[in-house]
């Protein structure tokens, strides 16, 4: 994801809809996520997010979501199709 697109939240926008949207269908939320220098705006952001690690190797780890439903900020339209 670009850094001008993550700088503007979207990446807690789209992370809160996967979470509520995972909670709604009683599915748990993991991400398979790899250390760079690159992405670690983005580790960050899981972190805030309340996803918490499940196991590390080396520069790899699995998080895990365990907290609550989040709210998407109001001045966000989401519309998805799955």
Not at 29 to 45: G, K, P
Not at 63 to 73: A, C, E, F, T
Request: charged content about 20%.
């Amino acid at each position: 994801m670009s850094c001008r697109v993550m700088t503007r939240g979207i990446g807690s926008a789209l992370l809160g809809w996967l979470i509520n949207y995972a909670q709604e269908n009683g599915l748990t939320l993991q991400a398979d996520f790899i250390s760079t220098a690159r992405n670690r705006i983005m580790y960050i952001t899981y972190k805030l997010m309340q996803f918490e690690e499940r196991s590390r190797d080396g520069d790899r780890c699995l998080l895990q979501y365990n907290g609550g439903s989040r709210d998407l900020p109001d001045y966000l339209n989401m519309h998805v199709s799955i």
